[in-house]
């Protein structure tokens, strides 16, 4: 979060500007998702009985382990540059919970950029489309409510029922050279924040399986004409989080997906455009 006005502690307008302050997640208690029709379409098929067949269940500890050493390393770097590092506080992943139509269990709070959207001095918490994931925000609420007290905006967008009307009932995979199909409908504004990327007054939105047009809508709406949200469409079959096929990596210069951006939007004419190397996966290790 780069300096803003005195009277917040938070302000951020872009996904460049040099850390001061960062949230990293935890992955305490971290969980496979109850196992529900939003899921397929974002997940690789050969783990989708792996999923099924651990709803609710711990993931493997040695991957909770490595997950943690990992999140460890990262927050040693960033207060190693002089990045002030702040974390979610554990909830409890595999509390059942029920709302007046349907029962799950949590997940995790490990990636706080799905959860939280900061636009300017205004902290946005996402009405996300995962019923796994519908408790997640509490364990940043300590933190959110410390920064309201500092002076920064704080907005809950409207919590989603995630009935069955949410979902696509009848959805079905489109293969990789099909044409795009989304399992949330349009019943109600759902979105996650990794939807949408940051360049100043522009904001780039993607609609995913997390993501509709309800939803970027009551974003466009309620950041008013100050903003300008540019809603563009890449080539994957199964978008979910616009950061995995375009990053602005400062002014002037974006990294791609080259295979999901086949033509670089208008919006970054005169950009220097570099593609993302493909994944190295070393040998004995899983490829997804």
Not at 19 to 38: M, Y
Not at 130 to 142: G, I
Not at 181 to 186: D, G, N, P, S
């Amino acid at each position: 979060m780069s300096s803003g006005p005195a009277e917040s502690p938070v302000c951020s307008y872009t996904e460049w500007d040099p850390l001061e302050e960062v949230i990293v997640g935890i992955v305490d208690g971290a969980s496979f998702p109850t196992w529900h029709e939003a899921l397929p379409p974002v997940l690789p098929a050969d783990q989708h009985e792996t999923f099924r067949r651990n709803a609710g269940r711990p993931f493997p500890p040695e991957q909770v382990a490595a997950a943690r050493a990992e999140l460890e390393e990262l927050v040693h770097i960033l207060e190693g540059e002089g990045v002030r590092v702040r974390r979610p506080e554990a909830i409890p992943q595999r509390t059942p919970y029920t709302t007046l139509d349907w029962t799950s269990t949590g997940m995790y709070a490990a990636m706080p950029r799905d959860a939280i959207l900061v636009v300017g001095d205004d902290i946005i918490e996402c009405p996300m489309a995962w019923r796994s994931r519908y408790y997640e925000n509490l364990a940043y609420r300590p933190l959110l409510k410390e920064y309201f007290r500092g002076g920064a905006k704080w907005t809950a967008a409207p919590k989603p029922e995630l009935t069955d009307a949410q979902f696509d009932q009848d959805w079905t995979d489109p293969g990789e050279d099909g044409p795009q199909r989304l399992v949330v409908t349009e019943f109600e504004p759902t979105f996650d924040a990794a939807d949408f990327t940051r360049c100043g007054r522009d904001i780039i939105a993607q609609k995913s399986n997390v993501t509709n047009d309800f939803g970027i809508e009551w974003l466009r709406r309620h950041l008013g004409d100050a903003y300008r949200i540019h809603v563009f469409e890449f080539n994957d079959p199964h978008p979910m989080h616009i950061d995995a096929t375009l990053v602005p990596m400062a002014p002037g210069k974006l990294l791609v997906h080259p295979e999901r951006v086949t033509e670089v939007p208008g919006l970054f004419k005169g950009w220097d455009v570099q593609a993302a190397p493909a994944p190295v996966i070393p040998d004995g290790h899983p490829s997804t």
